[in-house]
């Protein structure tokens, strides 16, 4: 079993930056791969970005164009999200999900998530 917990969401203004942390507990953090995902009001849950136990295996969603960057520290068993430049349409609860070997968009491939953070955009 894998535990996640989201934090560092809040109230910005638009062009501020965040950084939001899942921290997990359970065994093996560094053999799962870590994504985040998205869900905004009046919309579908929505892919944000992925990392491999491999760090080097990493995939993001179209709508990044280089404002968002995932990262990982096995040793905290922590894996972040660093957001610039956000727009009011960054809005969302910001979900932590944990798989096994798959790296990429789709929700059902992760097995363990979160219960989200809230990030609202503001201008």
């Known amino acids: 079993q894998v535990q996640l917990v989201e934090s560092g969401g809040g109230l910005v203004q638009v062009g501020d930056s965040l950084r939001l942390s899942c921290a997990a507990s359970?065994?093996?953090?560094?053999?799962?791969?870590m994504a985040w995902f998205r869900q905004a009001p009046g919309k579908e849950r929505e892919f944000v970005a992925a990392?491999?136990?491999?760090?080097?295996?990493?995939y993001y969603g179209d709508f990044v164009k280089g404002r968002f960057t995932i990262s990982r520290d096995n040793a905290k068993r922590t894996v972040y999200l660093q957001m610039n430049n956000l727009k009011l349409e960054d809005t969302a609860v910001y979900y932590c999900?944990?798989?096994?070997?798959?790296?990429?968009?789709?929700?059902?491939?992760?097995?363990?998530w979160g219960q989200g953070t809230q990030v609202t955009v503001s201008s």
């Open positions: 359970g065994r093996t953090f560094s053999s799962y791969a």
């Open positions: 999900a944990a798989g096994v070997t798959y790296v990429g968009p789709i929700p059902a491939e992760y097995k363990y």
């Open positions: 990392i491999g136990w491999d760090v080097d295996n990493i």
